[in-house]
């Protein structure tokens, strides 16, 4: 297995919910709880049916998330047959030199009709251990983006945590009208509500705590 320890953000878990055949499954890809300890697994097996093929393609849409690309044509057909919704989320590992962050991205699609796909929901949160005399952070909403179900109205969405868009209208008070429009953009497009350039300068300029930012940078950049 090949040593991690010189690479700042890595996938730790995929969890994946009624994604093309699998009803829910999960994978860990690293062993190790510091970054002396990652160890990264190279290669995938099973059984055909098993999921292999549908966490290869989580892992693809994600991607395309956070770049900041619009989700492929064919995303309608990555949801169970079975199902309306599918759910990815993946737990990242990042390190900024000084300590290592537990960083866990959720994204939640649904079938719109005519083959088509929405974002119903997207979130970001992370999480800290105590380490280099650095106090532990608990897990911690650096923003989140959900819709009522059934609503196609951008207006009755939630930002999520309330707190957090507080913040950022202390710094700038037409924050709440500017997200209306990026969302707006964002739902057009099929793209992620949080990762594009745009929402990002926002976010950039708004966010009260550096290290927001710093994790959603590390994200896109690597995406």
Do not use: H
Not at 38 to 48: D, K, P, R, T, V
Not at 52 to 71: F, P, Q, Y
Request: charged letters at 25%; one cysteine or more; a neutral charge.
């Amino acid at each position: 297995m090949k040593k991690l320890s010189n690479i700042p953000v890595q996938i730790k878990e995929l969890e994946i919910f009624d994604f093309k055949n699998v009803k829910n499954g999960k994978i860990a890809l690293i062993k190790g709880d510091t970054k002396e300890d990652y160890e990264n697994i190279i290669a995938l097996y099973g059984q055909n049916g098993s999921g292999k093929t549908a966490l290869i393609w989580a892992v693809e849409l994600i991607k395309d998330a956070i770049s900041g690309a619009s989700l492929p044509a064919d995303t309608f057909f990555y949801i169970r047959q079975q199902s309306q919704t599918a759910t990815i989320k993946v737990e990242l590992l990042m390190n900024f030199g000084d300590r290592d962050y537990n960083v866990f991205y959720t994204l939640t699609i649904g079938k719109k009709g005519n083959e088509k796909v929405q974002i119903l929901s997207e979130s970001i949160d992370f999480s800290a251990k105590a380490q280099n005399g650095l106090a532990r952070i608990n897990k911690t909403r650096i923003l989140g983006i959900e819709y009522p179900n059934d609503s196609n109205d951008i207006d009755e969405c939630f930002y999520v945590p309330e707190s957090r868009i507080v913040e950022m209208a202390s710094k700038d008070k037409q924050v709440r009208q500017k997200l209306l429009v990026l969302q707006a953009l964002a739902n057009e497009k099929t793209t992620s509500f949080i990762f594009n350039d745009k929402m990002m300068n926002l976010l950039d300029s708004s966010f009260a705590s550096p290290i927001y930012f710093r994790i959603l940078e590390t994200m896109l950049f690597y995406g």
